[in-house]
Nanobody, 115 residues
Framework: QVQLVESGGGLVQPGGSLRLSCAAS????????MGWYRQAPGKQRDLLAT???????NYADSVKGRFTISRDNAKNTVYLQMNSLKPEDTAIYYC?????????WGQGTQVTVSS
C-alpha cells in the first residue's frame, strides 16, 4: 500500500502562484512514476504532469510553461509549482503514484483562482 498526502492548495488571485506537495509513504519501492491530475466541477479528471523515477517529465499542453513538476527523493515528495494561475485552473488537484499494475491516489486538494 502507498499513502499519498497532498497539501498546498488554497485561494489565489489570477496571475498568482501556488506550490502543491504530495508526500508518499508506505510501500514506495516499486513506484515508477508520480504526477498530478485535476478535476473541475462537472468535468473529467485530466492529467497535468508526470515525473518518472529517472526524472523525466511530461506536461499537458494546457499547463506547459506555467506549471513545473519536481521531486525530492530524500523526502519521497513530489511538487507541482503553478505560476500565472487562471480562473480556469480552479479544480481539485490529485496526486498519483504509479506502480506496474496499480495506481494510487491522494485525497485531493482544492485550488481556487479568483479575485
Amino acid at each position: 500500500q502507498v499513502q499519498l498526502v497532498e497539501s498546498g492548495g488554497g485561494l489565489v488571485q489570477p496571475g498568482g502562484s501556488l506550490r502543491l506537495s504530495c508526500a508518499a509513504s508506505g510501500s514506495i519501492s516499486s513506484i515508477n512514476a508520480m504526477g498530478w491530475y485535476r478535476q473541475a466541477p462537472g468535468k473529467q479528471r485530466d492529467l497535468l504532469a508526470t515525473i518518472t523515477t529517472g526524472g523525466g517529465t511530461n506536461y499537458a499542453d494546457s499547463v506547459k510553461g506555467r506549471f513545473t513538476i519536481s521531486r525530492d527523493n530524500a523526502k519521497n515528495t513530489v511538487y507541482l509549482q503553478m505560476n500565472s494561475l487562471k480562473p480556469e485552473d480552479t479544480a481539485i488537484y490529485y496526486c498519483y503514484a504509479q506502480k506496474p499494475f496499480y495506481r494510487y491516489w491522494g485525497q485531493g486538494t482544492q485550488v481556487t483562482v479568483s479575485s
